[in-house]
């Protein structure tokens, strides 16, 4: 059976997994962190028992750490490559075909998985102006990677890719068209690796053609966006030119007034990087109530904390705004997924999204909705015209397979 390599590269820090696509069995996955830092550290896990979904934590999965000093992305990928020889499995006796990168941004360019030839870096580069937290530290890994593994196949997966089937009305800003043209402002999309991942795996639990199927899904996890998917394509979602537009998150303000920008600017005197750290790193759940983990907001608002209560209101009062005006676009709505680490965890919140939803079809069974359950599940009650699902998002696994079809390909 063939092995993929996912690597999620950032600028200090990659992780890795190897993954068998075709079952969704993990073999062995890690992190090497602290790059460029005195110390680095590494932490490389062995599967015995992965399957798709699951983190199978056997008594004999064994995680295996190390510290040493990591000063750059390709000694990071040599640090990986010992770790296997020493920990196994072996990369000798179960040999990668490709290697599949995440990369955040693919601006308008890049709407599937792409082989990574020079042209391509040359482009996740230049797309760094749009991303530039995310797609340089991209990049060293995609290089670093390369060295490690010349006679690969390297994939980039991206972020917006999904997204690039948003129609025109949905994609555009109301602003001058010469400005934004010039600039390559538009609304691009994120998660949109989970967001198809996870509305396929919707509709093969249903036995339902994927094409019939009108659902809306949210991906809340740190970071959180919804996407209408019509016939399996990304007809509308709540990130736009950057991970900032949209819901409220665990520090992200999401949608807001943009003249409360001029305003600061104005009156508290804020720089524009000033304006970025806060919108981006202070606001959210953060912002409002002092803790960014919904668990710990969660466990404050049972505790009666006033803000806590506040934050988890505006946290859901944006869920329904959402969910409301991505059923008026899709025309209705067949099936609602919740997906990533608050939407798979967390019933307060799915309840609260969905309780105004009911003219619309949507009936919530509180029992299921309570359950806890690792696979996919149904909350949704008997004869609910809509069906809701948790559905456990595999971003590795939907990249291990769009690189294993590139690489399949050549
Ligand atoms: P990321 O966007 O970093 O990939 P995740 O998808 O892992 O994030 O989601 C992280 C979020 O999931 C955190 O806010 C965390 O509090 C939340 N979460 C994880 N487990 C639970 C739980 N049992 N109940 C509520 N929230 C949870």
Redesign the pocket.
């Known amino acids: 059976m063939s092995v993929v390599l996912v690597v999620n590269s950032g600028s200090s820090s990659f992780k890795y997994q190897l993954v068998e696509p075709e079952d969704g069995r993990v073999l062995a996955s890690g992190i090497v962190e602290r790059i460029g830092e005195p110390m680095g550290a590494a932490k490389h896990k062995v599967y015995f028992g992965g399957q798709e979904g699951v983190e199978a934590v056997t008594a004999t999965d064994a995680t295996y750490t190390r510290e040493l000093p990591i000063p750059d992305h390709t000694s990071g990928f040599r640090v990986m490559l010992d770790a296997f020889a020493e920990w196994g499995p072996s990369l000798a006796e179960n040999p990668p075909i490709a290697v599949g990168h995440r990369v955040v941004h693919g601006g308008a360019r890049f709407f599937e998985p792409t082989l990574i030839t020079n042209l391509v870096e040359i482009n996740i580069d230049e797309l760094s102006v749009l991303a530039p937290l995310h797609n340089p530290g991209a990049l060293q890994g995609v290089r670093a990677a390369k060295a490690a593994f010349p006679d690969l196949a390297h994939v980039a997966v991206f972020d917006t890719a999904f997204h690039q089937t948003l129609p025109a009305a949905a994609y555009t800003y109301a602003i001058d068209k010469d400005l934004a043209d010039a600039h390559r402002i538009r609304r691009y999309g994120f998660h949109g690796t989970s967001h198809k991942y996870v509305s396929r795996a919707a509709a093969d639990f249903l036995g339902r053609p994927l094409e019939e199927l009108k659902q809306v899904v949210f991906h809340l996890?740190?970071?959180a966006s919804v996407t209408a998917v019509d016939g399996g394509r990304s007809v509308e979602t709540s990130m736009g030119l950057t991970p900032l537009e949209g819901l409220v998150m665990?520090t992200r303000s999401g949608d807001i007034d943009p003249a409360v920008l001029f305003h600061l600017a104005r009156r508290a005197r804020m720089s524009i990087d000033d304006l970025d750290d806060l919108l981006n790193k202070r606001s959210g759940v953060l912002g409002l109530a002092g803790v960014n983990?919904?668990?710990d907001l969660?466990e404050r608002v049972a505790q009666g904390h006033e803000d806590a209560r506040l934050a988890m209101e505006v946290y859901i009062h944006r869920l329904r705004a959402y969910a409301g005006s991505y059923i008026a676009q899709l025309g209705g709505v067949d099936v609602i997924v919740f997906t990533?680490?608050?939407g798979e965890?967390?019933p307060i919140v799915r309840a609260g999204a969905l309780e105004t939803l009911g003219f619309a079809g949507v009936r919530l069974d509180p029992e299921r909705n309570e359950a806890r359950g690792r696979g996919i599940r149904v909350i949704s009650a008997d004869g609910s015209p809509v069906t809701v699902l948790v559905v456990p998002t595999n971003e590795e696994l939907e990249i291990a397979r769009q690189a294993l079809e590139v690489a399949a390909a050549l």
Do not use: I, P, Q, W
């Open positions: 996890g740190n970071g665990g983990d919904m668990r969660e990533a680490g608050v965890n967390s």
